[in-house]
């Protein structure tokens, strides 16, 4: 256990900057140059960068600036989503154009998940295959802002945070993630592409406490 939380811990501008222990990809931009983000958990999840490091990051010194045309970042079927114990995704965004939609992070497929910003709002979205469960972050999204948005989902209930803040919940049946596309700042098959920055995406495979969420937005 030590081991694991020497792994997944670091200390950041003095303060103690915990990433949960249900992470299974974390991607801190730290590289500032290449095309793959690594790993930080040690999962091995690396993904596949295409867009410009940017030093006006909001964690670290580094985030990936997309450019709205063909930028994303591709990465692995997770394949361990769904059932009783649920899961979440973390990811920071600011937004340098609002007037498309645009996807920030994406699982697309026959049953998906997703944060994307959605006829002016900002969501965190599931899909079973037929009916889509939704929570609203915010209606009234502003270029040049810095959110953290968190997607949380417990097995039954879903629930959005934004900046640590619980934006509601709505009941929701397991996605089962088929993960045929996963993809930040676009929907990974061609379209939905983010003129974004975006920051420190962590992805768990069990829901988060109130806790462990501020301890992500504390690191930004
Ligand atoms: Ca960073």
Not at 30 to 48: K, L, M, P, R
Not at 123 to 136: I, K, N
Request: hydrophobic residues 30%; negative net charge.
């Amino acid at each position: 256990m030590s081991l694991q939380l020497g792994l997944t811990s670091q200390i950041l501008g003095g303060r103690a900057t915990a990433i949960p222990d249900s992470a299974i990809l974390h991607y801190t931009f730290e590289e500032g140059s290449g095309s793959i983000a690594v790993d930080q958990t040690g999962n091995g999840n690396d993904g596949s960068i295409t867009g410009t490091y940017d030093s006006n990051a909001k964690v670290g010194d580094y985030c990936i600036s997309l450019d709205g045309t063909d930028d994303q970042i591709i990465y692995p079927d997770l394949g361990i989503f769904g059932g009783s114990q649920g899961f979440a995704i973390s990811i920071w965004v600011n937004f340098d154009d609002l007037s498309s939609d645009s996807g920030v992070a994406f699982t697309w497929g026959e049953y998906d998940w997703r944060i994307w910003h959605v006829n002016g709002s900002l969501v965190w979205e599931m899909f079973d295959g037929s009916t889509e469960y939704s929570v609203t972050l915010t209606s009234s999204p502003s270029t040049g802002t810095w959110y953290h948005c968190v997607g949380d989902f417990d097995g039954s209930t879903m629930t959005g945070y934004l900046d640590s803040s619980s934006q509601g919940t709505d009941a929701a049946t397991d996605p089962r993630s088929r993960t045929e596309q996963n993809a930040m700042g676009s929907r990974g098959n061609g379209d939905l592409f983010a003129d974004a920055r975006i920051d420190d995406p962590v992805i768990c495979d069990d829901s988060l406490s109130q806790s462990e969420v501020d301890a992500l937005y504390n690191r930004g």
